[in-house]
Structure formats: C-alpha cells, structure tokens
C-alpha cells in the first residue's frame, strides 16, 4: 500500500509542473476567426453552420450539395442578403468577411473541430 501511495505521489510530482506549463492546445483554444463567427454569425447560422430557428431559409453550410464559391460567401456577408441577412460592410474589415468566408468553407467540408 505505501508503494502504491509512493509512486502516485511520485507521479503527481513529476506531472504538475510539466501539466501547469504546457500551453493550450489547438484543439482547445479558439481561432480569432472562430470567435467571430460565433459572435456574428452563429445566432442564425449555428455554431456548427446549422441554421437555427431564427434563419429558417438558411441553407445549413454542412450540406454537400451547397457549392459557393469563396467570393460567392464573401459577397452575401458584405452585402447581405435580402430582408434576411443584414450587410456586414460596415462592421467588419474586408480581411474579417474574407476569414469569415474561408471559415465557412471549412464549415462546409466538416473539418472544423468542435470546441
């Protein structure tokens, strides 16, 4: 039993400094252009581009046979889209609407990790 005890005292001490001093990983932490999207788009478009109730003709970005082109995406998010989707021209960067298109993108082939 005091072995036992030992080596998992042993093992905690060894662990903790090297658990305190790894940074965070890429999986856990959260790109810049994925907060963005949360914070702008998400309420209608879903965390994981499934359109929720509110946006109810939104196409979910995760269907396959949706196939817009990169400036196709950046279009509608500058300009919006009919009464449904307000124009973010004024809000955001041209560089943040093109990260935002590429995320969509990336949404679309499911290879976002979900954090």
Request: aromatic share 6%.
């Amino acid at each position: 039993m005091r072995v036992g005890v030992c080596v998992f005292v042993l093992a905690v001490a060894v662990a903790l400094p090297m658990w305190k001093a790894t940074p965070l990983s890429a999986q856990t932490a959260v790109s810049p252009v994925r907060k963005l999207y949360i914070l702008e788009c998400a309420k209608c478009h879903g965390v994981d581009g499934t359109p929720r109730k509110i946006a109810k003709d939104a196409r979910p970005f995760t269907d396959p046979t949706w196939q817009p082109t990169l400036e196709e995406i950046e279009h509608v998010i500058t300009v919006g889209k009919d009464e449904a989707m307000k124009p973010f021209r004024k809000k955001l960067t041209p560089q943040q609407i093109r990260n935002l298109a590429e995320y969509v993108l990336v949404l679309r082939k499911g290879t976002v990790a979900k954090n």
